[in-house]
């Protein structure tokens, strides 16, 4: 059963980068819930898209799933034959809880849960492929190559849901959204001391683009389309279609 994220509740001396170990990957649900606003929304509407966009006989993936929320919502959705999902997760803490997750539920499309960098996966006759609040963990300098994979291992028609949080070029909006999401977490519970030393350690490992951004390298790539389907604050999710 996942535990009550407190983490961050009392002082730490030495604040390192924000992992996902196996205390993170134990409070994960609780984290992420009370964290990310409209993430439970997020989550039900990627295995609607999947059910509208999953072929049979395709691939779909779940790259950066950490316990299988937006896997367990597609394989609920899913009504397709052949179809195969691919979970894939680079914390052993993360794949293992995600397993158990996974085998809980009966289903007939089959999953495999893959402990890799998601940098290194084949992606292969695919019809939808998730990115959620994945892909501001990876370099910038990373981010371009493994859209263009995504890309070239999609189908025609095939859809990219990549969940992101943002930036924003109008500074006055910009610290809004921030001061909303952080009235969001003090709405959760969240301590100031909570929210002041989670943000130290996520700083360095979790870099944000602009919607711009996003707009712009998958036009570059070629997706035909591209849009915002769900933003709440500074959070939110896009579609791109090849």
Request: hydrophobic share 40%; charged share 25%.
């Amino acid at each position: 059963m996942a535990g009550h994220d407190n983490i961050f509740a009392a002082p730490i001396d030495k604040l390192g980068d924000f992992t996902f170990d196996e205390r993170v990957a134990e409070v994960f649900p609780d984290m992420i819930q009370r964290s990310v606003p409209g993430y439970s929304n997020i989550i039900s509407a990627i295995g609607m898209l999947a059910e509208r966009f999953a072929k049979p006989h395709t691939n779909l993936y779940d790259l950066g799933c950490s316990l299988g929320a937006a896997t367990l919502s597609m394989r609920r959705h899913i009504r397709q034959e052949g179809c195969h999902i691919i979970a894939v997760d680079n914390s052993s803490a993360m794949v293992e809880r995600c397993r158990l997750h996974i085998e809980a539920y009966r289903s007939d499309t089959t999953t495999e849960v893959v402990e890799a960098d998601i940098r290194d996966i084949a992606i292969e006759n695919a019809s939808v492929v998730v990115l959620n609040f994945t892909l501001q963990f990876l370099a910038p300098e990373d981010r371009m190559t493994l859209l263009e994979k995504i890309y070239a291992g999609l189908r025609p028609g095939g859809i990219l849901i990549l969940s992101e949080k943002y930036i924003f070029d109008d500074e006055q909006v910009h610290e809004l959204l921030i001061d909303l999401h952080h009235d969001f977490k003090r709405a959760n519970g969240y301590s100031e001391l909570e929210i002041s030393q989670k943000r130290s350690a996520i700083e360095n490992v979790m870099r944000p683009d602009s919607i711009a951004t996003h707009k712009e390298r998958f036009a570059k790539i070629g997706f035909s389309s591209s849009e915002v389907w769900f933003q709440c604050f500074n959070f939110g999710s896009m579609i791109a279609i090849k």
